[in-house]
């Protein structure tokens, strides 16, 4: 069990750029989620994929904001057009598919500084 | 929204009992009680869930009243390494739906020497 990577940790860009964050799950997990946490907050759900199939998407995940999932293993999630209200930590997560094994596993995050 | 209720910070002596409360007086039947903590930088880490029964894991123990509408977590020797947030989460478990995870401002737990 290696558990979920991100990358990169740290991003800064200017506003109106792209970015896109990778996440890596535990092998065997077929659930994977995306938080944001800000500053002083507790995350906030984003979005969550079970295999290769987006299943729920937050409101809080405007148009500017894509995730994909394609081969069910690693997810990328996209923002466009970035804005200072974009900065953020954002955490990836995933559970397996284990029904005695309901919890999930967070990476590191991959914290984003528009500037 | 949340649905649980937590102070927003406590202290505990180091080697001492960590018991941390929580409310959640609207949970429902099939809901239930998970603990996690994040430790400054780092992301969320799992410790522990439960339905109504106690439960104890290497971590820590879970005590859930008869009612449901409230439960503590209880660090039995509380070290430096557990100052950290923890956040009591009520939730559906996942193989029904996606069980994704409803944060609010959890306690902040201070460990002191």
Redesign the interface.
Known sequence: DTGVSQDPRHKITKRGQNVTFRCDPISEHNRLYWYRQTLGQGPEFLTYFQNEAQLEKSRLLSDRFSAERPKGSFSTLEIQRTEQGDSAMYLCASSSPDRDRSEQYFGPGTRLTVT | D?KTTQPPSMDCAEGRAANLPCNHSTISGNE?V?WYRQIHS?????II?GLKNNETNEMASLIITEDRKSSTLILPHATLRDTA?Y?CIVSL???EY?????????TILRVKS
């Open positions: 949340a239930y998970y780092q992301g969320p880490q799992y869930h947030v956040y478990r996942h193989m996606g069980n994704k995870l409803v944060f609010g401002a959890g």
